[in-house]
């Protein structure tokens, strides 16, 4: 199983749900010139456990250690290869969008040879983040995975092709005791068809009411990136997750703010039934078709012909740009409470086809997260 890149991704114990403290965990020892283990994963390789895993850099970004080959590699250029500086691809340009920012690749001066994808840490704004991960598409292995592999892959969650996503793990606040409640991979393998929605809801329930401005600015942003889906006939994802963030702390002030954009203005964190009648006003998306460049191309086994990035010293000014961006609209009314991001592209692979069992993951999870909101 691939690790998460953007925050959210720690292999739990064999428990299906823990409950742990917000209070801060003592001082972590210091790994690779100050970096630490990121300490809120809720899926994925975890440093110091697995072979890879994630690192929290000290400048707030994330390093996720590249896989052996091809994955790594494959990942590694799929990165730059949407993050390239010399293309005007509108396809690529939109994806960005629906990705964690890429500051290239980084290493330690005592191991030159570990590389790591240095990434944004989505959840870094929020002060209590509830993190969910959720594998997209209906198929978990890709089209070069050997039999053994793919049979694997199946026992692990027999009904991915029926539902279409699984979720890997949640952390999710609760208000009243001021701690998180987690829940690993056996929880979610463990959802069927008859309690997807259940234990869906768990990721927007926070021990006082179900948070329905979370579960609304959500659906708009996977409806953003069904559209970009609809519309894109290049790339076929595999073993790919959403990672979905929303600040736990319940006040007007966060809450209250995507859907104030999206013209719908309920009181923060307050159950709203009409909520729905007025979902249909966002959802006018247009399709953007995805011209195709040069970037076609691939290798064997599906690594891309792509240039590789240099060891995160080119990313450096485009890293403070983002800094100062994050701190002007931080100050601002209009920012967005809940993020969405698309993560995991170890399997991803050029296609001239759209990417149909993503599509219908997609279309599915949508069509849970509508009924726990009209419920």
């Given at each position: 199983m691939d690790s998460s890149v953007a925050v959210g991704r720690l292999e739990l114990a064999r428990p299906l749900m823990t409950r742990g403290s917000c209070l801060p965990e003592g001082a972590q020892s210091a790994h690779l010139n100050g970096c630490v283990p990121l300490s809120h994963q809720v899926a994925g390789h975890k440093y110091g456990v697995d072979k890879v895993g994630i690192l929290q850099h000290p400048d707030g970004t994330v390093l996720k250690q590249l896989q052996p080959p091809p994955r790594g590699p494959r990942e590694m250029q799929f990165y730059s290869m949407v993050y390239a500086d010399d293309h005007c691809d509108p396809c690529l340009v939109d994806l960005q969008a629906h990705l964690p920012k890429y500051y290239g690749t980084w290493s330690s001066p005592d191991a030159p040879t570990d590389l790591y994808l240095k990434l944004e840490d989505v959840t870094r704004r929020f002060q209590k983040p509830c993190i969910m991960d959720v594998k997209i598409g209906q198929r978990s292995y890709d089209p070069f995975a050997s039999q053994e592999k793919r049979e694997q892959q199946i026992r692990k969650y027999p009904l991915m092709e029926e539902i279409g996503f699984l979720v890997l793990g949640m952390r999710v606040y609760k208000v009243g005791s001021d701690s998180f409640d987690t829940y690993d991979q056996h929880y979610g393998r463990g959802l069927v068809k008859d309690t997807i929605k259940e234990g869906l809801s768990k990721f927007f329930y926070n021990g006082d009411?179900?948070?329905?401005?979370?579960?609304?600015?959500?659906?708009?942003?996977?409806?953003?990136?069904?559209?970009?889906?609809?519309?894109?006939?290049?790339?076929?994802?595999?073993?790919?997750?959403?990672?979905?963030?929303?600040?736990?702390?319940?006040?007007?002030?966060?809450?209250?703010q995507t859907l104030r954009e999206s013209q719908i203005a309920p009181e923060a964190c307050e159950q709203n039934n009409n909520i729905n009648q007025s979902l249909s006003t966002m959802y006018s998306l247009h399709k953007k078709g995805c011209v195709r460049s040069h970037y076609q191309s691939k290798q064997d086994n599906g690594v891309w012909s792509s240039s590789q990035q240099p060891n995160g010293n080119r990313s450096l000014a485009r890293l403070e740009e983002d800094r100062m961006e994050t701190k002007s609209e931080a100050g601002r009314e209009t920012v967005s409470d809940v993020e969405v991001k698309m993560i995991d592209f170890a399997h991803v692979f050029p296609s001239d086809v759209p990417d149909q069992g993503y599509i219908y993951g997609l279309k599915n999870l949508l069509k849970v997260l509508h009924q726990i909101l009209e419920e």
């Open positions: 009411i179900l948070r329905n401005d979370a579960i609304t600015a959500s659906i708009l942003k996977v409806q953003k990136i069904l559209q970009w889906f609809e519309g894109q006939s290049r790339f076929n994802f595999y073993a790919s997750s959403l990672l979905f963030v929303y600040e736990g702390v319940c006040a007007p002030s966060l809450s209250s």
